[in-house]
Nanobody
Framework: QVQLVESGGGLVQPGGSLRLSCAAS????????MGWYRQAPGKQRGLVAT???????NYVDSVKGRFTISRDNAKNTVYLQMNSLKPEDTAVYHC???????????????WGQGTQVTVSS
């Protein structure tokens, strides 16, 4: 059983910063990619950023230059540093682990439960 646990969300003023963390636990052998998606009220869940095991990153255009995704492969943890936050960044942020290979072995994708980020004055 693999679990993803997010932390670091909260309320921040426009222009502020937050750092999200997501730790994957369980009998994990390898994770191909990890990332963050977000879902605002009344909208579909959408990509924020992803990072592969070799460090290749991908960002949605709206966060480029403001958000930075990073990963600690040894800890199976992914981070999202969010700077210059805007009200439109308000959403529930979900961690995603793509192609998680366990020691069973099996391979599945996993989602975290989400952490709320609210940008408001």
């Amino acid at each position: 059983q693999v679990q993803l646990v997010e932390s670091g969300g909260g309320l921040v003023q426009p222009g502020g910063s937050l750092r999200l963390s997501c730790a994957a636990s369980g009998s994990i052998f390898r994770i191909f990619a990890m990332g963050w998606y977000r879902q605002a009220p009344g909208k579909q869940r959408g990509l924020v950023a992803t990072i592969t095991s070799d460090g290749t990153t991908n960002y949605v255009d709206s966060v480029k230059g403001r958000f930075t995704i990073s990963r600690d492969n040894a800890k199976n943890t992914v981070y999202l540093q969010m700077n210059s936050l805007k009200p439109e960044d308000t959403a529930v942020y979900h961690c995603y682990a793509d192609r998680v290979v366990t020691t069973t072995p099996d391979e599945y994708d996993y989602w975290g439960q989400g952490t709320q980020v609210t940008v408001s004055s």
